[in-house]
């Protein structure tokens, strides 16, 4: 026979191994359920990021072919945020100044007549872009690609295209004003743009000599 002091041990014993399974249960439920609430969560926030780009190329595309700026400056950066694309994206005639674009994709992007002054396009690619009298005023373009754009009648003036790739660019020869634009260590420009940028009164902090060569104390200042 058990005695008591072994009965009570033994109920003591089993008291706490409900109280481990207990605990157990409860850590497995808490766990289970944290892993619920989390893939909840991402199912709400990527949800919430689809409505909201969804929302965002809705502004674009209904401000499509229309001046000013109709909330696409908010749109964009958006859409920049939640990491999409921006190719084949039709700006055309927006008032887009000191738009936030960095590393942005916009290729094939049709700009024509944008106001882009003040513009971040650093790391930008802009290739095949159609920038056809678009204001790019103070805009930095530095280290963007710009392989194929048009640059017919756009206003280059102050602005910054140090070590952009230039590859086939076209429409350089028509492009209204370089007054002021830098362009160190451009790549990859078509033979004349360099020269034609220079005596347009562009400057070349990397090679000041060369910038000298281009141009002469008449082109010194040039109205922006």
């Known amino acids: 026979m058990f005695s008591w002091t ?3 041990q033994n109920a003591a014993n089993l008291t706490r191994l409900l109280e481990l ?7 497995y439920q808490f766990w289970k359920g944290r892993r619920e609430r989390n893939a909840a969560d991402a199912e709400q926030s990527e949800r919430a990021r689809i409505d909201q780009n969804y929302q965002a190329w ?22 920049l945020a939640n990491g999409e694309s921006l190719a084949g994206i039709n700006l055309d005639d927006a008032w887009l100044e000191g738009v936030q674009l ?7 992007a049709s700009l024509r007549g944008t106001d882009l002054s003040s513009a971040n396009l650093a790391g930008a690619n802009l290739t095949g872009a159609d920038l056809r009298g678009a204001d790019l005023v103070a805009a930095n373009l530095a280290g963007a690609q710009l392989r194929g754009a048009n640059l017919a009648q756009a206003k280059l003036s102050a602005v910054t295209l140090d070590g952009a790739d230039l590859t086939d660019v076209v429409g350089w020869d028509e492009v209204r004003s370089f007054s002021h634009a830098s362009i160190a260590d451009i790549r990859h420009a078509p033979p004349g743009l360099y020269e034609l940028a220079l005596d347009g009164g562009a400057v ?6 060369r910038e000298e060569e ?4 008449s082109q010194a200042f040039r109205a922006i």
């Open 6 to 8: 072994q009965w009570l």
């Open 21 to 27: 399974l207990t605990f157990v249960f409860g850590a």
């Open 58 to 79: 809705q502004v674009i595309n209904s401000a499509q072919g229309k001046g000013g700026s109709g909330g696409r400056l908010e749109a964009l950066r958006d859409l």
């Open 102 to 108: 960095p590393r942005a994709t916009l290729i094939q």
């Open 204 to 209: 070349d902090a990397a090679h000041p000599s």
């Open 214 to 217: 281009g141009n002469s104390y």
